[in-house]
């Protein structure tokens, strides 16, 4: 029997239309035509357009292509795979270079809905690299993008559009270097969009390597990129409900001074994200922003990533490695987990949550290492109905801030904590082991076998500026050594103030050279009656 491979969409053979600036005749592999216009003049929509480098140059090649339904635009210099009802059929690299094109006047290539680009080198082009106004699925892969847009209007170097129903970009094996405004822009209405970038390299660009606008249902994902000696990394803005995953990236000499090299801006939701396995580092501005402006549901998984030596930009604790930002708006429920990172030598916090509220936070906290940074370890400046805090076997050393904290002022009506096997030591700048300045109604602390030692503050210290509640406090076989109570607190061990009512335990803990001038324990408060001290 003779199976025929032919095209699965269309159940028609495939036709390839060839291009090579050497030669002067009819698109065919013996004589291919010398231009792209004769190629696209020629051409119907379902095509393969392959070309040729021939003499290197882009002569014939410089006044770009708009391609139909369909096509392939695919170079020489790269192999390709081509799909048909017999499987996948492997064409190999024809030529050792891949062919050369521009547009002098306007966009090198402008795309219709689907199309699939491969093996090309595009460069210097007036307007767009690669436009797609009517995007529905697009490939783009194995290409290097340079320079394109005129210099006194700045430009997008990839720009794809997506309206339709739904949308897909794939983005895969890219080389793209100075870019005068975004190396990939995605602006996207479509009810339901689907993005990958991977294994691609961003570099030299003048505002952000990724940026991505969602107005619906979006999956993003970016994995395995390299992105450097730019002014700005990633940033993806989300309308709708929303999946990220942000993996195995390098982000450095990212030099914005109030720009994130990893940023995610949320309006409604809910959101998935996960950050995981990336190298983030010498940026000028911390490392990640979470940006989650009303948001109904978060879910953010932070794990494993190397966060070190970032400078903190124009700001102090909104420069942190790592800030949550609810930009004054209320977060229904958020789920932050950050584990197995390792974050230091930043000149700001490891973590930093401020400006908005939370009607149910969950945060837990293991395996990290955060030392030596400028700032303190994890610290939150939300208000919240609930806050359920964990942080389990972290290594918090050396800083210059409180290694956990929750602000004075702030109003956590109930906070539920779990504080386990910790090494939180050698934290200067008047730093506490673990502090709770907020107000509230109800502090529940179970804080057990952790090392805090050499620390200037207090050791384990709670104190509002008004009151909170009710406190309740299991603190057991804690080592406690040497902290020094420079913050002139009641005592350099166990703090415990300003409570209405308290019960709990503190057993079986070791403390030994404290502040001499006070205490190791001390439980009272003036808003009781009486005063209890």
Same mark, same amino acid.
């Given at each position: 029997?003779?199976?025929?491979?032919?095209?699965?969409?269309?159940?028609?053979?495939?036709?390839?239309?060839?291009?090579?600036?050497?030669?002067? %005749?009819?698109?065919?592999?013996?004589?291919?035509?010398?231009?792209?216009?004769?190629?696209?003049?020629?051409?119907?929509?379902?095509?393969?357009?392959?070309?040729?480098?021939?003499?290197?140059?882009?002569?014939?090649?410089?006044?770009?292509?708009?391609?139909?339904?369909?096509?392939?635009?695919?170079?020489?210099?790269?192999?390709?795979?081509?799909?048909?009802?017999?499987?996948?059929?492997?064409?190999?690299?024809?030529? %050792?270079?891949?062919?050369?094109?521009?547009?002098?006047?306007?966009?090198?290539?402008?795309?219709?809905?689907?199309?699939?680009?491969?093996?090309?080198?595009?460069?210097?082009?007036?307007?767009?690299?690669?436009?797609?106004?009517?995007?529905?699925?697009?490939?783009?892969?194995?290409?290097? /993008?340079?320079?394109?847009?005129?210099?006194?209007?700045?430009?997008?170097?990839?720009?794809?559009?997506?309206?339709?129903?739904?949308?897909?970009?794939?983005?895969?094996?890219?080389?793209?270097?100075?870019?005068?405004?975004?190396?990939?822009?995605?602006?996207?209405?479509?009810?339901?969009?689907?993005?990958?970038?991977?294994?691609?390299?961003?570099?030299?660009?003048?505002?952000?390597?990724?940026?991505?606008?969602?107005?619906?249902?979006?999956?993003?994902?970016?994995?395995?990129?390299?992105?450097?000696?730019?002014?700005?990394?990633?940033?993806?803005?989300?309308?709708?409900?929303?999946?990220?995953?942000?993996?195995?990236?390098?982000?450095?000499?990212?030099?914005?001074?109030?720009?994130?090299?990893?940023?995610?801006?949320?309006?409604?939701?809910?959101?998935?994200?996960?950050?995981?396995?990336?190298?983030?580092?010498?940026?000028?501005?911390?490392?990640?922003?979470?940006?989650?402006?009303?948001?109904?549901?978060?879910?953010?998984?932070?794990?494993?990533?190397?966060?070190?030596?970032?400078?903190?930009?124009?700001?102090?604790?909104?420069?942190?490695?790592? /800030?949550?930002?609810?930009?004054?708006? +209320?977060?229904?429920?958020?789920?932050?987990?950050?584990?197995?990172?390792?974050?230091?030598?930043?000149?700001?916090?490891?973590?930093?949550?401020?400006?908005?509220?939370?009607?149910?936070?969950?945060?837990?906290? +293991?395996?990290?290492?955060?030392?030596?940074?400028?700032?303190?370890?994890?610290?939150?400046?939300?208000?919240?109905?609930?806050?359920?805090?964990?942080?389990?076997?972290?290594?918090?050393?050396?800083?210059?801030?409180?290694?956990?904290?929750?602000?004075?002022?702030?109003?956590?009506?109930?906070?539920? /904590?779990?504080?386990?096997?910790?090494?939180?030591?050698?934290?200067?700048?008047?730093?506490?082991?673990?502090?709770?300045?907020?107000?509230?109604?109800?502090?529940?602390?179970?804080?057990?076998?952790?090392?805090?030692?050499?620390?200037?503050?207090?050791?384990?210290?709670?104190?509002?500026?008004?009151?909170?509640?009710?406190?309740?406090?299991?603190?057991?076989?804690?080592?406690? !050594?040497?902290?020094?109570?420079?913050?002139?607190?009641?005592?350099?061990?166990?703090?415990?103030?300003?409570?209405?009512?308290?019960?709990?335990?503190?057993?079986?803990?070791?403390?030994?050279?404290?502040?001499?001038?006070?205490?190791?324990?001390?439980?009272?408060?003036? !808003?009781?009656?009486?005063?209890?001290?």
């Amino acid at each position: 029997q003779n199976n025929v491979a032919i095209d699965p969409t269309t159940n028609e053979p495939f036709y390839f239309v060839f291009v090579d600036n050497t030669s002067n %005749s009819l698109g065919t592999y013996e004589s291919p035509y010398p231009t792209l216009n004769l190629a696209e003049v020629n051409s119907k929509a379902g095509d393969i357009i392959y070309i040729f480098p021939g003499d290197g140059t882009t002569t014939g090649m410089d006044s770009g292509i708009v391609l139909k339904a369909n096509q392939k635009l695919w170079g020489s210099g790269t192999p390709h795979a081509l799909q048909t009802t017999q499987g996948a059929i492997a064409i190999p690299a024809l030529t %050792s270079t891949m062919p050369s094109i521009t547009n002098l006047t306007g966009s090198a290539i402008t795309l219709d809905g689907i199309n699939d680009i491969s093996g090309l080198k595009i460069a210097n082009c007036y307007d767009h690299a690669i436009f797609g106004p009517a995007a529905k699925n697009i490939s783009i892969s194995d290409c290097t /993008v340079d320079n394109s847009g005129d210099p006194t209007y700045p430009i997008d170097q990839i720009n794809l559009i997506y309206s339709d129903t739904t949308g897909q970009a794939i983005l895969d094996r890219l080389t793209v270097t100075n870019s005068s405004l975004n190396g990939i822009f995605i602006d996207s209405s479509a009810t339901d969009m689907s993005v990958t970038i991977n294994n691609s390299t961003f570099e030299h660009g003048e505002v952000y390597g990724i940026n991505g606008n969602f107005a619906n249902q979006a999956s993003v994902t970016i994995k395995n990129n390299l992105l450097t000696n730019s002014a700005n990394g990633i940033a993806l803005n989300f309308n709708g409900p929303a999946t990220a995953l942000i993996s195995g990236n390098e982000f450095n000499a990212i030099n914005s001074i109030s720009e994130k090299p990893i940023e995610i801006i949320t309006a409604a939701g809910p959101i998935t994200a996960t950050i995981e396995n990336n190298n983030i580092h010498d940026n000028t501005c911390g490392g990640i922003l979470l940006s989650l402006n009303n948001t109904s549901d978060a879910q953010i998984n932070i794990e494993n990533n190397i966060i070190t030596n970032n400078d903190h930009g124009a700001f102090d604790h909104l420069g942190s490695a790592i /800030v949550i930002y609810p930009q004054s708006t +209320t977060i229904d429920n958020c789920h932050l987990v950050l584990a197995n990172n390792t974050i230091t030598d930043n000149t700001g916090d490891a973590l930093y949550s401020t400006d908005g509220s939370f009607n149910t936070l969950t945060f837990e906290a +293991t395996n990290n290492t955060i030392t030596n940074n400028g700032g303190g370890g994890l610290l939150f400046n939300n208000a919240c109905d609930v806050f359920n805090f964990t942080a389990k076997n972290n290594v918090i050393s050396e800083g210059n801030d409180n290694a956990i904290l929750t602000a004075g002022g702030v109003l956590i009506d109930t906070m539920n /904590v779990i504080c386990d096997n910790n090494q939180i030591t050698n934290n200067a700048h008047y730093a506490n082991g673990i502090a709770f300045s907020h107000n509230g109604t109800n502090l529940n602390m179970t804080i057990t076998n952790n090392e805090i030692s050499n620390n200037e503050g207090t050791a384990i210290f709670s104190y509002s500026g008004s009151e909170i509640t009710n406190i309740s406090a299991n603190i057991d076989n804690n080592m406690i !050594q040497n902290n020094q109570n420079s913050n002139v607190n009641a005592t350099g061990g166990i703090g415990l103030e300003q409570f209405i009512n308290f019960t709990g335990a503190i057993t079986n803990n070791t403390m030994s050279g404290n502040d001499i001038s006070t205490p190791d324990l001390y439980i009272g408060s003036t !808003q009781t009656t009486p005063p209890v001290a």
